[in-house]
């Protein structure tokens, strides 16, 4: 294993630090022997990557594990990815990988576009880039990408920081789910004068890598919080920053149930580099909808309006005659004009249909508020914390 973790190529990206967690030559033969019982050189390349890809899926759904929080969903990618439409011969990356799967589904999407040998090389081997700072993870990223056959003359995965230093070289298309919270302890301390302004929040510092990662033109969809919408200070000036060297053009509000962890509120901010922003368009699939992991999983066509939404940029809502709907622009004077720049826009008026609930889908949704509440009196008293040191 320490051999094939030396090799300068994809190969040793899947060996990166690895160990041999197998004790006893019993199970080391018992491995070996199943191995051996399969053709795995005659089996398509497309097979073995829908495999690899179920078994990933099985294991970011066990809590137990921790491993959902690699994990975005599949179908929600898949949407991103349609409406991002990356064209084979862009560049396309993803600073916070996980397990591959937007590099794979953008693969997915531009294979078919040509024909030209050229150009099908480019993309297997030039094309994706991914980075995550877990060995792990890039073990299992790696692994994915191989067994779909793409770029094994080099490693398309690196095993690093994102956050620490500029990019060496920018991107046409970067396609992100970055990890919530603050920046973990222990890390190395930023130091980009790169950026726009110094936070420790991990979010707002990976928003404004992706806003330094792109070309002039390219474009950009990241699953983030509620809080960078609407937070003061650090997020405020990333989002007005945002709007005035941005087009931030979509914002797609997601609602709770899809992620591994209850009770996360997220979106997807879709944006392009070069040009200011002129309107904002929100989708609004949150208010009303309910999806759990277990009884009603996020499937990609839950996403078609917002999809047909998205090209088709006709507004659904209207004052009077459907104030429900969820397809709604505001004009950027709008957003400018709101207490910190708010991103945090509901039009919505709740169904109050939660005497239709089930008793599990009641518990359920009391859990996910519960636990909403005690993340934020932890990052209360956490910050009180640090008033009382000071």
């Known amino acids: 294993m320490k051999r094939l973790s030396e090799q300068e190529n994809l190969i040793g ?72 439409a990356p064209q084979i011969g862009e560049t396309v990356c993803d600073p916070a990988c996980g397990t591959g799967g937007f590099l794979l589904t953008a693969y997915d999407y531009m294979k078919e576009q040509s024909a030209s040998k050229e150009k099908r090389d480019f993309l297997k081997n030039q094309a994706l880039h991914g980075v995550d700072n877990t060995a792990l993870v890039v073990t299992l990223a790696s692994m994915n990408l191989y067994l779909h056959g ?18 060496t070289q920018l991107v046409d298309v970067v396609l992100a789910n970055p990890p919530f919270g603050q ?57 007005k920053k945002l709007l005035t060297d941005f087009n931030l053009h979509t914002i797609l509000r997601l609602p709770t149930g899809i992620f591994y962890a209850q009770g996360v509120k997220a979106n997807v901010l879709f944006f392009t580099k070069g040009q200011p922003t002129k309107e904002i368009w929100f989708y609004d699939y949150r208010t009303d909808i309910k999806h759990t992991l277990a009884t009603n999983k996020l499937e990609r066509h839950h996403l078609d309006d917002f999809v047909s939404c998205y090209i088709k940029r006709i507004e659904t809502f209207d004052a009077e005659n459907n104030p429900q709907g969820r397809w709604r622009k ?17 039009w919505i008026k709740q169904g109050g249909d939660k005497a239709d609930c089930t008793l599990a889908e009641l518990m359920t949704d009391i859990k996910e508020k519960n636990l909403t509440i005690s993340s934020a009196v932890a990052e209360l008293e956490k910050l009180l914390a640090n008033i009382n040191e000071d």
């Open 13 to 84: 990206t899947i060996y990166t630090k690895a160990q041999n967690k197998i004790d006893k030559p019993v199970y080391l033969k018992k491995v070996i022997t199943m191995i051996d019982e399969e053709q795995w050189l005659i089996m398509d390349g497309d097979v073995k990557g829908a495999i690899y890809e179920s078994i990933l899926e099985k294991n970011g759904q066990d809590k137990k594990s921790g491993a959902g929080q690699y994990f975005t969903p599949r179908p929600l990618i898949k949407a991103m990815v349609d409406c991002i």
């Open 150 to 167: 793409i770029g094994t003359d080099r490693s398309p995965i690196d095993c690093e920081d994102s956050l620490e230093k500029a990019p």
């Open 183 to 239: 920046r973990p302890a222990g890390s190395v301390e930023l130091n980009r004068d790169d950026f726009y302004v110094a936070t420790n929040n991990n979010q707002l510092n990976f928003l404004q890598h992706i806003m330094v990662l792109l070309k002039t033109g390219g474009r950009a969809a990241v699953v983030l919080p509620d809080n960078v919408l609407f937070e003061g200070g650090a997020g405020e000036t990333i989002r």
């Open 330 to 346: 505001y004009p950027v004077e709008d957003i400018l004009a709101r207490d910190k720049t708010s991103l945090d826009i509901t």
